[in-house]
């Protein structure tokens, strides 16, 4: 009877601490990482129908998660989409929200709501590795000290990032508002509308270039490539661009690794495909498509390979993975780099007309997916969703309420439980917006864009208002707007009660 007695109590602790373990498991708060490429185009990922490059890691994720058909940025260029990834706001809305150069003021307002800061609110740990191009500091930059404000003046605990783009001078690593490897004998400066005496520039010698510039990118020379900027000293501080891609993969692994036990956000933002392509060796060639093509190869490695860091670290299984890219695909973007002449048959927009910088689909319209191993179910939605969603449903992933101008809670959408997503959207390229409503796009109309359009980037403008049936000619073939005066006043009207009629100003482009 005594025995009897024992293996009952036994068998009741037993069952007592699997239910306590079954309820502590439920109320552990998962892990979210945004993984965040640069330029990559609807078309250029093999789970989105490429046939002459493979992906096979970023096909993993997609093919076990919800992908998308109909995810947009909200931003045919970097720092807008990237402001309204973080914010849950529409660009437009900051008037400051364009092309930064390296050397632009932070664009968040320290008191804004971003996602890091709503997480951290949360017992979040938060971290931010690679590209930024949020902009530093309040006003002239000083590299040499503590810069004044960055990342971590908004929500994130650990920053460790390129201030701009590869393209743009500075080329330095910044940890937590600190210059990495800085030398204080040789102070860093930084100018973007005059050069620095005695300092060779791509323009005046295209002897020392390993790289050549096609527009826009001839001014200060760094590991033989010229750069958009002038940039002075600060030599033992400049990163290698062939290992860049190695460099922010490591520490992205590294963080994962010391702060597996509490709960993390970590936005991982990748710089490929941008220019310029400068593939580790390791890749050089093996795509056949010349260094765009390689740099998507490689890309796919590092996203294989911080997958691989999250299930050897055990915390896979309880990470909501979210993977996009900010803005759709460019070939020429300023350099001779073969990405035009060693394309073949590969199509970076897909089905889609337009790429980056345009209003036509392949501007906005990019690869989109999440994944949460054993909590989302393998789909593919053409539910309309947008990055600026994230903000309201990642909130109500972790229980905060937050009031959002543009974000749409669509938690249930990303979960794959539901196919109803938004009922319209507004897209910009270069201070010009247009409209996205149910299956139909309208694009005002708008001047060209000479520089851009110059180097066959089709922009979308037109003398004329457009309107397409994106179900019916997901390539933007027939314009619609004359045929559909009634479906073309219902979308400019509803246009307009969003925007206003602030979109017929419009500024004129700047690459710098």
């Known amino acids: 009877m005594k025995i009897k007695y024992i293996v009952f109590s036994f068998l009741a602790f037993t069952i007592s601490l699997k239910s306590s373990s079954q309820t502590k498991n439920k109320s552990v708060k998962p892990n979210i990482v945004f993984i965040y490429l640069d330029d990559l185009g609807y078309g250029d990922l093999s789970c989105y129908g490429a046939t002459a490059i493979k992906t096979p890691n970023i096909d993993i994720?997609?093919?076990?998660?919800v992908r998308f058909t109909n995810g947009y940025a909200t931003s045919a260029t970097c720092t807008p989409s990237r402001y309204g990834l973080l914010t849950g706001?529409?660009?437009?809305?900051?008037?400051?929200?364009?092309?930064?150069?390296?050397?632009?003021?932070?664009?968040?307002?320290?008191?804004?709501?971003?996602?890091?800061?709503?997480?951290?609110?949360?017992?979040?740990q938060t971290a931010v590795v690679g590209k930024w191009h949020l902009g530093l500091g309040t006003g002239i930059v000083d590299w040499n000290q503590q810069l004044d404000a960055g990342p971590n003046d908004v929500g994130f605990d650990y920053s460790y990032i390129m201030a701009a783009t590869q393209d743009r001078v500075p080329t330095i690593y910044i940890e937590n508002g600190k210059v990495v490897n800085l030398d204080s004998k040789d102070p860093i400066a930084v100018n973007y509308d005059k050069n620095f005496p005695g300092q060779p520039t791509g323009k005046e010698n295209p002897e020392l270039l390993s790289m050549k510039w096609h527009h826009g990118h001839n001014s200060s020379i760094v590991n033989g490539i010229p750069r958009i900027g002038y940039v002075s000293g600060g030599a033992s501080a400049n990163w290698s661009d062939v290992d860049l891609a190695d460099h922010f993969l490591a520490k992205a692994q590294s963080y994962v690794k010391s702060h597996k036990e509490n709960p993390f956000f970590l936005y991982y933002a990748l710089n490929q495909p941008h220019v310029p392509r400068t593939p580790n060796p390791r890749f050089?060639?093996?795509?056949?498509?010349?260094?765009?093509?390689?740099?998507?190869?490689?890309?796919?490695?590092?996203?294989?390979?911080?997958?691989?860091?999250?299930?050897e670290e055990g915390v896979l299984d309880n990470t909501l993975i979210v993977f996009s890219s900010d803005n759709g695909p460019v070939l020429n973007d300023g350099y001779y780099d073969d990405s035009v002449e060693k394309l073949g048959s590969h199509k970076p927009n897909g089905p889609l007309r337009g790429g980056k910088y345009s209003l036509l689909e392949a501007g906005t319209r990019v690869p989109f997916f999440t994944y949460w191993k054993g909590k989302i179910k393998p789909l593919v939605s053409d539910a309309l969703v947008c990055q600026i969603d994230l903000l309201e449903s990642i909130a109500k992933l972790v229980n905060v309420d937050v009031k959002s101008t543009d974000s749409q809670e669509l938690l249930d959408v990303f979960m794959g439980k539901s196919a109803i997503g938004r009922t319209n959207l507004v897209i910009e390229a270069n201070t010009k917006t247009a409209f996205r409503q149910g299956d139909w796009m309208m694009i005002p109309p708008y001047p060209g864009d000479p520089i851009l359009e110059e180097v066959n980037i089709e922009m979308g403008n037109d003398k004329e208002f457009q309107l397409y049936n994106l179900k019916k000619d997901i390539g933007q073939k027939n314009n619609l707007a004359k045929d559909q005066p009634k479906k073309l006043k219902e979308l400019k009207e509803n246009f307009e009660l969003i925007r206003g009629n602030s979109y017929k100003n419009v500024e004129k482009i700047e690459l710098k």
């Open 61 to 65: 994720l997609a093919n076990g998660g």
């Open 284 to 311: 050089v060639g093996k795509s056949g498509m010349g260094p765009r093509g390689d740099v998507i190869l490689e890309a796919d490695f590092c996203v294989g390979e911080i997958i691989k860091t999250l299930k």
């Open 89 to 124: 706001v529409y660009p437009w809305r900051n008037k400051d929200a364009k092309i930064l150069p390296g050397s632009a003021p932070l664009l968040i307002g320290k008191e804004q709501l971003t996602i890091p800061k709503m997480l951290k609110e949360k017992g979040y």
